[in-house]
């Protein structure tokens, strides 16, 4: 596609379930990062991936936290047993990568957790 | 460690131009950023730097770069109301991972 994109947008749930996020990075684009943004704050880093190999985990919060890229494309960062402190707005980023890093960002998911 | 600040809001009148500044700490970065955030929307990269410049010019953008101070800024020539927004000053430290500033909220008076 023509950006990255990320689903779904909006998303509530309820304390204590799990939830999937979706990112699809622009193509061609090797590296993909995870954000998290809370209000009134600039994007803080979870996690990015350099193909399927997971580079750099230092930002998850917690072991409830976990990404995958199994196929170096699509991504999805779970969150087990939210808590109401995890609603937050989750952004992806891609880039080239290889010394091109110009990150790209994803519209966002907005997760309430209620 | 790794921070980056910058100012939370800035008010220009129209026509005027706007100098967002930013402070960072880590001498390794290798590139420094400055994403536009409108209400509702998604980060949007404005313009890049690479440590080893000074400026970089953009149409109405202006990015100086003072690597010995670690001081960045982003000057916007005649600032019109579409410019009003979030601006976020980042770095990009080792294995490529950016440092975002909280954001400078850009206001533009009439």
């Known amino acids: 596609g023509a950006g990255v994109s990320q689903s779904p947008r909006y998303k509530v749930t309820k304390r204590g379930q799990d939830v999937a996020l979706r990112c699809d990075p622009i193509?061609?684009?090797?590296?993909l990062y995870w954000y998290r943004q809370a209000l009134g704050q600039g994007p803080e880093f979870l996690t990015y991936?350099?193909?399927?190999?997971?580079?750099?985990k230092s930002g998850l919060p917690n072991d409830r936290f976990s990404a995958e890229r199994p196929e170096g494309s699509i991504s999805t960062l779970t969150i087990q047993r939210t808590e109401q402190r995890d609603s937050a707005m989750y952004r992806c980023a891609s880039s080239f990568g290889q010394g091109r890093l110009e990150q790209y960002f994803g519209p966002g998911t907005r997760l309430t957790v209620t | 460690g790794e921070d980056v600040e910058q100012s939370l809001f800035l008010s220009v009148r129209e026509g005027d131009s706007s100098v967002i500044n930013c402070t960072y700490t880590?001498?390794?970065?290798?590139?420094l950023y400055w994403y536009k955030q409108e209400p509702g929307a998604g980060l949007q990269l404005l313009t890049y730097i690479f440590s080893n410049m000074d400026m970089k010019q953009d149409q109405r953008l202006t990015v100086l770069l003072n690597k010995k101070d670690k001081h960045l800024s982003l000057r916007i020539a005649d600032t019109q109301t579409g410019d009003s927004a979030i601006y976020f000053c980042a770095e990009s430290i080792r294995d490529d991972k950016i440092i975002f500033g909280k954001g400078t909220r850009l206001h533009i008076l009439p």
């Open positions: 880590d001498s390794s970065s290798t590139y």
């Open positions: 193509s061609g684009h090797v590296s």
């Open positions: 991936f350099n193909y399927e190999a997971q580079q750099d």
